[in-house]
């Protein structure tokens, strides 16, 4: 139990630490490093980094995410305008090709289909809906196929992680099946987790990566 309370207490303290979150409107429940996050905000953007900024307090293994977007009246934007804002971000970013992702909008949720040479792309487009005012969510369906040919290198995996100086690589194993990468082991935090699969995605040629890392903590 005080391992819950200790852990909860971390997870406050990050939270208020950010100065664009009103933490008096999130619950934040502990139970074996799982944490639940409960309440509201006033834009997806917040919402993401309601969840982003949990993750990466030590101890924290998994993230259970119920925060809602809540707008006021003065706030509330039509799907129509939204979906407008949406295909004018992409049209005037010039890492995304124009006229591949396909938009829609349904009750404030966005929707994005397509397909895309490199994985900083579909992030890219994710990031640019992510900010736009009156999003409720998004749901990036957005899949990589790249024209490259060449196979792609284990080794060359494991060495860009072993580069990386926040992630102890020992514990990580790479399987490669054509064109999708797979991660096995151990990490140490979230944040390790998740860049560790950053790192397999900006590797030349790669289509899916399955991460199965798990999250374990020194005691």
Known sequence: MKANSDLQEKVLKALHWEPTLDTSQIGVMVDNGIVLLTGFVDSYAKKL??????????GVKAVVEKVEVRFGIEDEISDSEIAREVVNALKWNWEIPNDVIKVK???NWVTL???LQWNYQRETAQKLVDNLVGVRGVNNKLTIKTELH????KDLILAAIARDWSI???EIDVTVLDKNVTLTGLVHSLYQKHQA????WSTPGVWYVDNNLEVGFDD
């Open 150 to 153: 060449d196979k792609i290198e």
């Open 113 to 115: 289909e397509g397909q």
């Open 168 to 170: 102890n690589d020992d």
């Open 105 to 107: 909008v349904e009750n």
């Open 197 to 200: 699969e950053k790192i397999v």
């Open 49 to 58: 980094k309601v969840e982003a900024t949990v993750k990466n307090v030590k």
